[in-house]
């Protein structure tokens, strides 16, 4: 993703439309007249000063002189590409065109919808371009996050997340509000985006009026072509003069040489500030910790160095232009970005004079054999690589320091990012697929297909949580689930919560697990202050339970707090995250909505009690029982039930800090690295297990001891609890259970 948000002025005030598209009375030549008399045609009122201060800027943008291009494709073609490199202006002037372009028709299609695959680029470039058409936030343009809507049924122009528009499409599948739907950031390759690219493929079939825009850049541009055919290209040409300088055989001694390169611009007096593209938010943390405490022995004549870490998959702050606070600082700041993967589109300060990229990334892959990711180090690729150099695309002297030789550019390096769909876990995406009546998963034209393997495991995945028929279509179950913008394991747990009466604090652990971690970064030398602050929040029965306590002292501190300052001091005060817990809050009342909209049973709480906490078990059980862990030696060496991947709890584990070791855990995350850690786990037992697995599940488990273990604790139930169980829920037999996970 680009911005532009600091582009030099331009000396032209005035805008060229095609003359169709023209929507402004008497001006038959398309200029625009009388600045202090002419209106906003899209809400009727006279354009302030700042909207002609902002359009010197939008045409001083690349992307501006391909304007007319644009319109006049857009009037006679069903879809357009736009192809432009990063900072080029795509992303802001594309979505305001095609708002242009609906309003000339009278919005008879609908409005405009432009996707993103970052929540935190959605608001802002919705914030953005709202300033620069002089309109309303949450009005005229608003945006679509997850958990957050800020539009109203007025809105003209709506950002959204690509997984958004996804989910709009399981009640409104030929998207019957929107007259132009741009993808943009194609790129990414994320797994919602190729969902949608597969998808709209049929809409733009059943719809002829509407328009699709695909922003992308370059690179994958012939993959585009192959996919969609011969459709208009409209590309936009942006030189960068980047100077790059390998450093080959750098990356063994990545922190040394970051650190060094940071100090070595810091001294050299060339203003500007620093970008740092790290492989992991692991490494973010090691080296905030190095530029840091080597920065506090830094001479002070060269100006103070401020270190942002940047992380791409929380709900951070974009790096933006601060102009007003480096007007009120005496002393020069330069600002030292740490970031990684997928940060890219997270730098929108045109003040950036120096990029240091590392070259490799780790990538989550999901193995859906053992049903758990792994951190994969890898190259980034060619496009990626190009795209942190586009960055210094607006600066005239940057420089791009990257840490491997131009060898390892070209052969090591894959030519584009792999797409998504290849690598992640793809059971919400089946459910999807089946919520919107797609029976043949095989047969779906997708650029990238889908591992078969990966496809059949989320079927099966599926079956097992009772959300398929035996004709292999969602069951009620399914259909329920589906209604929850949560992993399917955790929407069945909530619907499990219903029968078991603690639905209140079920909601409770959704909310927390699904936000931001809730625990603050620590730093150095804060370790054992934190935890003597946590150990208040521990409960004996498992991370789930301190999840739920955390979130009442953060409620019951929020009702008898005056303000929000005295609430955010006390989350400092425990190094809790307040933002995180905010965002809990919000997404605990959108399902508790979605509870009541579909008129499901709520109980009143009643957590504390034994029988609360045995519900409790039994609902994360209902959803998580292919997620169970046996301590094999008694020192904390848990072996997995499904494989043979041994993992250890995490230090901050609730049992980890009050040193007790459970034999048997239920876990919420777990992937392959090198710490193996399994996370936000909760104590259960082999009577509970088997007394809520569905049987053919548990048949299908490899022979082991943990097996065994749990067959004998099997024999102490009454034989008519598991059969019972499964009829309750309509789940079937292994035979039939094969039939359902067959492709179409």
């Known amino acids: 993703m680009e911005e532009e948000l600091a582009c030099p002025d331009s000396s032209s005030e005035k ?3 095609p003359e169709s598209l023209d929507s402004s009375d008497g001006e038959e030549d398309g200029t625009l007249a009388c600045e202090d008399l002419e ?11 700042r909207y002609y201060k902002l359009l010197k800027e939008r045409e001083a943008l690349p992307i501006w002189t391909e304007k007319y291009s644009f319109m006049e494709n857009l009037l006679q073609s069903q879809i357009v590409i736009v192809s432009g490199d990063a ?7 594309v979505p305001q065109w095609c708002a242009e372009y609906c309003l000339s028709i009278h ?12 929540k935190q680029t959605a608001v802002q470039l919705a914030l953005r371009v709202a300033d620069e058409m002089d309109v309303n936030i949450g009005h005229e343009v608003g945006y679509t996050i997850p958990f957050e809507n800020c539009c ?12 958004m528009l996804q989910r709009e499409m399981m009640s409104n599948p030929f998207l019957g509000s929107h007259g132009v739907i741009i993808l943009d950031d194609i790129q990414e390759r994320s797994l919602a985006t190729d969902v949608l690219l597969g998808l709209l493929k049929g809409v733009l079939l059943a719809r002829p009026e509407l328009k699709l825009v695909i922003n992308s850049s370059p690179a994958l541009l012939r993959r585009l072509s192959s996919y969609y055919g011969d459709v208009p290209l409209v590309h936009v040409k942006n030189k960068h003069p980047v100077e790059v300088v390998y450093l080959g055989g750098a990356q063994k001694e990545a922190f040394e040489s970051i650190s060094r390169l940071v100090f070595e611009i810091h001294h050299s007096g060339e203003k500007g500030d620093i970008v740092v593209f790290l492989a992991c938010e692991q490494d973010i943390e090691r080296a905030y910790e190095i530029v840091c405490r080597e920065g506090s022995n830094a001479n002070p004549d060269f100006g103070e160095l401020v270190v942002v870490p940047l992380y791409p998959r929380e709900k951070c702050a974009l790096f933006k232009p601060n102009d007003e606070t480096e007007k009120r600082c005496q002393v020069y700041q330069r600002r030292v970005v740490l970031t990684a993967s997928s940060g890219e589109s997270l730098i929108w300060s045109n003040s950036v004079r120096f990029v240091i990229d590392v070259g490799v ?3 989550k892959v999901y193995n859906p054999r053992i049903r758990a990711s792994s951190l994969v180090r890898q190259p980034i690729s060619q496009s990626q690589a190009e795209t942190r150099k586009q960055i210094l695309g607006s ?3 940057g420089k791009l320091f990257c840490l491997y030789s131009e060898e390892f550019a070209s052969k090591d390096m894959p030519p584009l990012k792999p797409a998504e769909m290849q690598e992640a876990n793809l059971t919400s995406m089946v459910l999807f697929m089946k919520r919107v009546n797609i029976a043949g998963l095989g047969h779906c034209d997708f650029m990238n297909r889908p591992a078969p393997e990966s496809l059949m495991q989320a079927l099966e995945d599926l079956d097992y949580l009772a959300a398929l028929d035996n004709d292999g279509n969602l069951s009620e179950f399914g259909i329920i689930m589906s209604e929850f913008p949560l992993d399917p394991q955790l929407s069945k747990s909530i619907l499990a919560s219903c029968e078991f009466d603690c639905v209140d604090e079920m909601l409770t652990i959704a909310a927390m697990v699904t ?12 370790e054992e202050a934190a935890l003597a602050c946590w150990k208040a929040f521990l409960h004996p029965e498992g991370d789930h339970f301190t999840l739920i306590n955390i979130y009442k002292a953060y409620q019951d501190t929020t009702l008898n707090s005056t303000s929000e300052y005295c609430v955010e001091k006390w989350c400092h005060d425990y190094f809790l995250n307040w933002a995180s817990l905010r965002m809990a809050d919000v997404i605990r009342a959108e399902l508790l909505e979605i509870i009541r909209r579909i008129e499901l049973p709520y109980a009143e709480p009643a957590f504390g009690s034994r029988e609360n906490t045995l519900n409790i078990k039994k609902a994360l059980l209902s959803g998580y029982f292919m997620q169970i862990a046996r301590d094999v030696d008694g020192s904390g060496n848990y072996l997995m039930l499904t494989h043979r991947q041994v993992a250890q709890l995490h230090p901050l584990s609730t049992y980890s800090i009050s040193k007790k070791t459970p034999e048997w855990v239920l876990f919420h995350k777990f992937s392959v690295s090198e710490n193996n850690y399994i996370r936000i786990t909760s104590e259960t037992s082999p009577e509970l297990f088997m007394q809520l697995v569905p049987q053919y599940y548990f048949s299908n488990l490899p022979p082991s001891e943990s097996k065994d273990i749990l067959q004998q604790a099997a024999g102490h139930l009454p034989a008519v609890s598991t059969a019972a169980r499964e009829q309750a829920l309509g789940e079937g037999c292994p035979e039939t259970a094969e039939l359902r996970c067959a492709l179409q």
């Open 361 to 363: 990334e780790k990538r």
């Open 39 to 49: 209106l906003n045609p899209f809400d009727g009122l006279p354009y302030s000063s």
């Open 395 to 397: 600066s005239s002297s």
């Open 515 to 526: 936000a931001p971690n809730c625990f603050s970064h620590l730093p150095r030398g804060a």
């Open 15 to 17: 805008r060229y439309f």
């Open 152 to 163: 109203t049924s007025e809105t003209i122009l709506r950002y959204c997340t690509d997984e």
């Open 107 to 118: 919005y008879q299609h609908g409005g405009v919808v432009c996707t993103q695959v970052h």
């Open 87 to 93: 900072k080029c202006g795509k992303s802001s002037q």
